[in-house]
C-alpha cells in the first residue's frame, strides 16, 4: 500500500512570518496538531514544522502571547517527510527513526501533497483486521510505530535524597 492511498490530501499550511495564534487557530479548525511551514518567498517550498507542543512550550519558555511569537521562532527546522509514492512500510520507518507522529508528503518534484499520521496507518490496519483478509497494514505493526516514537528521547535525571 502506498503513502498516497492513505494520507490527508487538504492540508493547512502557514508561513514563518505569520504568527502562533494563527497556526493555533489553523489547528483548532482542522481538528490537527501539525502545520507544515512553507517559505513567505511564495514558491512553496517547505522550511519547517509546526507541532501543537512547539506553541505550548514557545509560549511557555518565551511568556509572551500567541500573537507575538512568529512560527519561525518555534518551528523544528528539520523537516521529516516522505513520498506519495513510498509504501506505509516505508512511512512507519520513518516515523519510528525520527519519532514523529505526522509526515509531510512531497510529490515527484517536492511539492506538499498531503500529511500521513500515525492515526491514518492505525486506522487502515483496524479497518484491514476487521475485514479478515490479509493485511498490509498491521496492528502489530502500528504498535511498533507507536511505541517507538513514545520512548523516551533521553534519559531524564532524577535527584536522589538521603
Not at 513567505?40 to 500567541?66: C, E
Not at 491514518?120 to 502489530?140: H, L, Y
Not at 511505541?147 to 532524577?158: G, K, M, Y
Amino acid at each position: 500500500m502506498k503513502v498516497e492511498q492513505l494520507m490527508t490530501r487538504d492540508v493547512k499550511v502557514c508561513t514563518e512570518a505569520d504568527t502562533l495564534n494563527r497556526a493555533a487557530e489553523l489547528m483548532w479548525d482542522c481538528d490537527c496538531g501539525c502545520i507544515p511551514v512553507i517559505g513567505a518567498n511564495g514558491d512553496g517550498g517547505m522550511v519547517g514544522v509546526l507541532t501543537d507542543r512547539d506553541i505550548a512550550m514557545a509560549a511557555y519558555t518565551q511568556g509572551k502571547q500567541l500573537w507575538a511569537i512568529p512560527v519561525g521562532a518555534a518551528m523544528a527546522h528539520k523537516v521529516v517527510f516522505c513520498h506519495a509514492g513510498d509504501g506505509i512500510s516505508q512511512a512507519e520507518a520513518l516515523m519510528r527513526d525520527n519519532q514523529v507522529r505526522r509526515l509531510p508528503v512531497l510529490d515527484q518534484n517536492e511539492h506538499l501533497v498531503g500529511i500521513l499520521s500515525l492515526n491514518d496507518v492505525a486506522r487502515e490496519a483496524q479497518r484491514e483486521a476487521a475485514g479478515g483478509k490479509r493485511a498490509e497494514v498491521t496492528t502489530e505493526g502500528v504498535s511498533e510505530t507507536l511505541a517507538s516514537v513514545c520512548r523516551s528521547r533521553a534519559p531524564r535525571e532524577v535527584a536522589v535524597t538521603a
